[in-house]
């Protein structure tokens, strides 16, 4: 590609996005997660899900009055109870989540998103006789209430896209585990502040 067709194309990019009405609001998020661990029903494991941590700090661009996107980064700590024959296990997860969404705005009140985001696991209490990921991929939607500018609730859900725990048949102790994986899912209410 030539210097005047890359310039051309710069100018136009820049004018067509330029033309675009633009505004932004930050917005912190307090709140909390209900976590869960899909097991993918296996007959090993019951599960109980548990409450914990949420905060975020998101910034979201109105290309319009009825759509935009929100990238933003979130830490949530993820709490699950795993019911064994042997014993029962307190799994926490702790993550940095890097969500995209688009969000689609039919009142001043009310809004919309859904998108994918990013997991990146800080640490957790998962023994060496599992193999944990530390990458995992979600999808997200969520519903958000903004009765006045400064204050809103969010509530939302994700659903793991990949496995976050994989296990092999193998025992440990006196406990034989079989082949399998399990994927975060987790509900999540929040406390918005709106910084614009």
Same mark, same amino acid.
């Given at each position: 590609?030539?210097?005047?067709?890359?310039?051309?194309?710069?100018?136009?990019?820049?004018?067509?996005?330029?033309?675009?009405?633009?505004?932004?609001?930050?917005?912190?998020?307090?709140?909390?997660?209900?976590?869960?661990?899909?097991?993918?029903?296996?007959? +090993?494991? *019951?599960?109980?899900? $548990?409450? !914990?941590?949420? @905060?975020?700090?998101?910034? &979201?661009?109105? %290309?319009?009055? /009825?759509?935009?996107?929100?990238?933003?980064?979130?830490?949530?700590?993820?709490?699950?109870?795993?019911?064994?024959?042997?014993?029962?296990?307190?799994?926490?997860?702790?993550?940095?989540?890097?969500?995209?969404?688009?969000?689609?705005?039919?009142?001043?009140?009310?809004?919309?998103?859904?998108?994918?985001?990013?997991?990146?696991?800080?640490?957790?209490? +998962?023994? *060496?006789?599992?193999? $944990?990921? !530390?990458?995992? @991929?979600?999808?997200?939607? &969520?519903?958000? %209430?903004?009765? /006045?500018?400064?204050?809103?609730?969010?509530?939302?859900?994700?659903?793991?896209?990949?496995?976050?725990?994989?296990?092999?048949?193998?025992?440990?102790?006196?406990?034989?585990?079989?082949?399998?994986?399990?994927?975060?899912?987790?509900?999540?209410?929040?406390?918005?502040?709106?910084?614009?």
């Amino acid at each position: 590609m030539s210097f005047l067709k890359i310039k051309s194309f710069v100018v136009v990019s820049m004018l067509v996005f330029g033309s675009i009405s633009v505004w932004a609001q930050p917005t912190i998020k307090i709140g909390g997660t209900y976590a869960d661990l899909d097991l993918n029903d296996n007959a +090993l494991f *019951d599960v109980t899900s $548990n409450p !914990n941590l949420f @905060l975020g700090l998101h910034y &979201q661009l109105f %290309f319009t009055d /009825v759509i935009g996107i929100e990238p933003g980064i979130t830490y949530q700590r993820l709490t699950s109870t795993l019911k064994t024959p042997i014993a029962d296990f307190k799994l926490n997860r702790d993550y940095i989540g890097i969500p995209v969404l688009i969000k689609i705005i039919p009142n001043s009140i009310l809004s919309f998103g859904g998108g994918v985001q990013a997991g990146f696991l800080m640490k957790d209490n +998962l023994s *060496d006789n599992f193999e $944990n990921k !530390n990458f995992t @991929l979600s999808g997200q939607l &969520q519903a958000t %209430f903004n009765p /006045v500018q400064q204050f809103g609730i969010e509530l939302g859900y994700n659903f793991g896209f990949t496995p976050y725990i994989e296990f092999t048949n193998k025992e440990v102790g006196d406990f034989q585990f079989q082949n399998g994986d399990g994927s975060n899912k987790y509900f999540y209410a929040a406390f918005l502040i709106n910084l614009r």
